[in-house]
């Protein structure tokens, strides 16, 4: 990000497309060296071990997060070329130069949620998450997109504020800020509840679970194809892997099953909410928004499955692969929206005939895509859903399988809806408004064929989520 602010103009974008594929590399190469010492990377910074010192590390959740943003920030990448390259004749403009510049910096920062050992170094890693997020919604400078924008702020600063107050708890009370250290150290007392408190509600603020996601609709609302694609399958990523490795890796000696529960519960009434509301929206990005807010849910769904069995990989990695499938998926359809709006000139529901035929390729994947949303083989959805459903019924909590059942039936319902809408064929003499480059098809249909191919992992010798992750056995994936 620093290069291309230095270089500007063009040289910005080529700066990101040089990080890119070395970053894929650099990500590549972290993933074949976990694979192959079987443990965690560990990493103190300037030599120092904890608490003096901050510890970088990166177990198999770290790498499957880390994986799954490299190829998503790709796809965009590709994808953007056509709407943020800059114009021939000109040697810098204002919204490619921001795009590229805030690209990186979504990427990084997320790469530093996935790898950090201590809680203040995620507060950190946060903040430059939230603040490389915001101008996203607003890159066009309209006055709608920028109160879109500030309302995403308000929520995330509120978020972050929760969440340090939490933190100044923990190190006040165990005098440790390693997640480690203080797994060992804390115990359940008011202090602990407090700061469990705090630091959970301020992500769910970030995260937009239901009901904190008032901001998510209207950011998406205006913002560009390729921006809603980052802020729907990576960035709300961040703040919910926070969750899960404060509540997992942390908290998990202290949390009991009301506490679970109610999380869950979140996530059931995002789920049931967020899809009846999407089926009665009158725009097609709007429909994809509110999806968000409803897949988001399913995420949720794995905190009380993953503590009340004596194992939880089966749980916690049905939620990493719904994470995964969900972060493809949805980045596939808003790009796919984005073509769509460009060729038809709206996205209205009620007038979407002729997109199948102008873009045979971009309906395809947004057909692949709500497959693998609404779980079927062998997507990943499908994958991450048996393995919750299958979590489920085995700690006797049948009614988390109930709520996953309804939830994919609502989906098919309004992905069923936009597929055939797409389908008709266009009046006598229409025309698209404009001709869609190929590579950008063949971007959106990329990331469509990785959700809905995901359920191959099933295949692979290990549980690579659970690499590295103590009293959780590396095994065959269930």
């Not at 703040?239 to 899960?244: A, E, T």
Request: aromatic fraction near 10%; charged fraction near 10%.
């Amino acid at each position: 990000m620093l290069a291309g602010l230095t270089f500007g103009g063009r040289h910005a974008q080529r700066a990101s497309w040089v990080t890119i594929v070395c970053g894929f590399g650099v990500v590549l190469a972290i993933a074949r060296r976990l694979l192959g010492s079987g443990d965690a990377l560990r990493y103190r910074l300037g030599g120092w071990s904890p608490p003096l010192g901050v510890m970088l590390r990166a177990d198999g959740l770290s790498v499957c997060m880390m994986l799954v943003v490299a190829v998503v920030i790709g796809a965009v990448a590709i994808y953007a070329n056509g709407d943020f390259g800059t114009p021939a004749g000109k040697t810098e403009t204002r919204g490619p130069l921001a795009f590229w510049l805030l690209l990186m910096a979504v990427w990084g920062a997320l790469n530093l949620v996935f790898v950090s050992g201590d809680i203040f170094t995620l507060y950190v890693a946060l903040e430059l998450l939230t603040f490389a997020g915001v101008p996203l919604v607003s890159l066009d400078g309209r006055a709608e997109t920028l109160q879109s924008a500030l309302r995403y702020l308000l929520f995330a600063l509120i978020g972050s504020m929760l969440y340090l107050l939490g933190v100044f708890l923990l190190y006040g009370a165990y005098g440790s800020l390693d997640m480690a250290l203080l797994a060992m150290r804390i115990n359940a007392q008011p202090v602990a509840f407090a700061a469990v408190a705090l630091t959970t509600a301020g992500m769910l603020a970030k995260t937009a679970l239901f009901p904190l996601h008032l901001w998510l609709p209207p950011a998406h609302a205006g913002a560009p194809a390729a921006a809603s694609a980052l802020l729907s399958a990576l960035v709300i990523k961040g703040s919910w892997f926070v969750v899960v490795r404060l509540w997992v890796d942390v908290f998990a000696g202290i949390v009991s099953g009301p506490f679970e529960q109610l999380l869950a519960g979140l996530g059931a009434m995002a789920i049931v909410v967020g899809n009846v509301v999407a089926l009665r929206q009158a725009r097609l990005k709007l429909l994809i928004a509110y999806s968000t807010v409803a897949q988001i849910g399913y995420l949720f769904l794995m905190f009380p499955l993953a503590a009340a069995q004596h194992d939880s990989a089966q749980a916690v990695t049905g939620g990493v692969l719904q994470a995964v499938s969900h972060a493809t998926a949805k980045a596939a359809m808003f790009l796919a929206a984005g073509l769509i709006y460009g060729t038809l000139g709206h996205d209205r529901m009620a007038d979407l005939r002729g997109a199948g035929q102008a873009l045979p390729m971009t309906v395809t994947a947004f057909a692949l895509a709500g497959a693998a949303l609404i779980g079927l083989p062998p997507s990943g959805g499908f994958l991450a859903k048996w393995l919750l459903l299958s979590s489920a019924l085995s700690t006797g909590q049948w009614w988390w399988a109930l709520v996953m059942l309804l939830g994919g039936l609502l989906t098919s319902v309004y992905v069923f809806m936009v597929v055939v809408r797409a389908m008709e064929r266009a009046a006598p003499g229409w025309s698209p408004k404009k001709q869609v480059p190929r590579y950008q098809q063949m971007a959106v249909l990329g990331l469509a064929l990785c959700s809905f191919l995901l359920g191959l992992a099933v295949l692979l010798p290990v549980n690579v989520a659970q690499i590295g992750r103590t009293a959780m056995p590396i095994t065959g994936m269930p």
